[in-house]
């Protein structure tokens, strides 16, 4: 039965319950996001945090199950071992061995990753079209992981991946590839990160360069995960999904260069709004969160209606888990 009254609706034995589980949490924009787009809605939930580590977990999500709870989110150190405590997980949950969303289905724990999703969405947001081309992926930590999974379940016709072969994250990639050449036409190749020919070689047919690493991130602003002299295809596009700073050292060569570009801003929203729309069936109103919850982007555009479709960047401290971004090591 859907959860459905009036706007700030005061709580009632009828509220719905989702919450974020995770240690820490208490900084997270999650619960200001998901309870304006509640209350947006005139839906009868709530969206609480709850600082729950892997020791707790187990405990944590029996007792969500017992008490009825919609479903939740997870952010770290929670969102690999979900995986074991889930009745059912999705393609990319799967592949991607980690749960960021918790659907819960008359008892039965459903498993997403909505990471890639986010992602995606965020590039399509941005006014790019990828599907079909060619991504240029650097990193296979976290967030790299689930957008090559997400990208090739969508329909990306190729992705060259960057990451070290002694990166600790390597043997899993290899498995991840595997499985993704089993069920999907994308071609997949992995590519030594400290090969920079073979990464300008890549990137000569690439639609879009994507740093899904933590180099550049703050507060080592002065790192860039690509060669200082390295010059871009014309048409390439630059992303970056790291927020914090604004503008990476990556983006500042993109810029710099003439190319187009974007920051990691949005992917924290669009993963949200999915994850809304698993549990409520319904669309985040995704413009009115943008203009509460979010300051001036670093996007460039080569068409004005799009910069003007634009809107937000996280403040420092609020949004995507330092987590999610993973160092290649």
């Known amino acids: 039965m859907e959860n459905t009254t009036p706007a700030a609706s005061p709580i009632t034995g009828h509220t719905g319950l989702i919450c974020l589980l995770g240690s820490p949490c208490a900084h997270s924009v999650s619960p200001m996001m998901h309870n304006a787009s509640f209350e947006a ?133 290899v498995h991840t590839v595997d499985e993704l050449t089993e069920i999907t036409d994308c071609r997949i190749r992995i590519c030594d990160f400290s090969d920079a020919d073979l990464l300008k070689k890549e990137l000569a047919d690439s639609a879009i360069l994507t740093n899904g690493t933590s180099v550049g991130m703050a507060p080592h602003e002065d790192t860039c995960p690509v060669p200082e002299n390295l010059t871009f295809p014309k048409d390439l596009i630059v992303s970056d999904i790291i927020y914090n700073p604004r503008e990476t050292k990556l983006l500042t060569m993109a810029k710099n260069q003439g190319n187009p570009f974007f920051n990691g801003s949005y992917m924290l929203l669009y993963q949200g709004a999915e994850a809304f729309r698993l549990w409520t069936g319904k669309e985040m109103p995704v413009e009115k969160i943008k203009k509460e919850f979010f300051s001036d982007p670093f996007y460039s555009k080569s068409n004005l209606d799009h910069l003007r479709r634009v809107i937000a960047a996280l403040n420092a401290g609020n949004g995507i888990s330092h987590e999610l971004i993973t160092d290649e090591k």
């Open 41 to 173: 809605l005139g839906l009868d939930y709530r969206y609480l945090a709850f600082d729950v580590n892997e020791e707790t977990l187990p405990t944590a999500v029996a007792g969500l199950k017992v008490l009825g709870a919609r479903g939740f989110n997870l952010t770290m150190p929670d969102k690999n071992l979900m995986v074991s405590l889930c009745d059912e997980l999705s393609t990319a949950a799967r592949i991607i061995g980690a749960v960021n969303t918790v659907v819960n289905e008359d008892g039965r724990l459903i498993g997403h990753n909505t990471d890639g999703i986010g992602y995606m969405q965020s590039v399509k947001d941005a006014g790019y079209d990828i599907i079909g081309k060619k991504m240029t992926l650097l990193g296979a930590g976290g967030a790299a992981t689930a957008i090559l999974v997400q990208a090739a379940l969508d329909g990306l016709k190729e992705i060259s991946v960057f990451v070290r072969p002694t990166s600790r994250f390597y043997d899993r990639l």
